[in-house]
């Protein structure tokens, strides 16, 4: 399967965009405090998760590569954070980052003091 999603739209909400995984992506970005896009495999994206449990903060996570259209919904990811590889981390609906943003944002405690 490839991505039907075109780059030329990126930065306005995906407005163009025929992926029907866009709203789901959205609405889930929306209704969880935390969540976390990684992959099963990926170091990266198992270190994040652990460092969220470390800090003793609730999220959830959806595994790409378990997921049946993995591609497409991997495909609005990259388009919503112009980044290419998990984890992809948001935090109240906004993107944080990857491990290294999660990372400095919890030993600051601005990701703390965002969930209070």
Same mark, same amino acid.
């Given at each position: 399967?490839?991505?039907?999603?075109?780059? !030329?739209?990126?930065? $306005?909400?995906?407005?163009?965009?025929?992926?029907?995984f866009v709203q789901v992506v959205n609405d889930q970005i929306k209704e969880y405090d935390v969540i976390?896009? $990684?992959?099963?495999?990926?170091?990266?994206?198992?270190?994040?998760?652990?460092?969220?449990?470390?800090?003793?903060?609730?999220?959830?996570?959806? !595994?790409?590569?378990?997921?049946?259209?993995?591609?497409?919904?991997?495909?609005?990811?990259?388009?919503?954070?112009?980044?290419?590889?998990?984890?992809?981390?948001?935090?109240?609906?906004?993107?944080?980052?990857?491990?290294?943003?999660?990372?400095?944002?919890?030993?600051?405690?601005?990701?703390?003091?965002?969930?209070?």
């Open positions: 399967m490839g991505c039907y999603c075109s780059g !030329e739209d990126r930065h $306005s909400d995906f407005h163009g965009c025929v992926n029907p976390i896009y $990684s992959k099963s495999k990926d170091e990266k994206s198992f270190e994040a998760k652990n460092l969220l449990r470390k800090y003793s903060i609730a999220f959830e996570y959806f !595994e790409l590569d378990k997921l049946n259209d993995d591609n497409q919904v991997h495909c609005v990811l990259v388009e919503l954070t112009e980044k290419r590889h998990p984890p992809y981390i948001f935090i109240n609906g906004k993107f944080w980052g990857g491990i290294v943003e999660l990372q400095k944002g919890l030993e600051s405690g601005e990701i703390k003091a965002l969930l209070a």
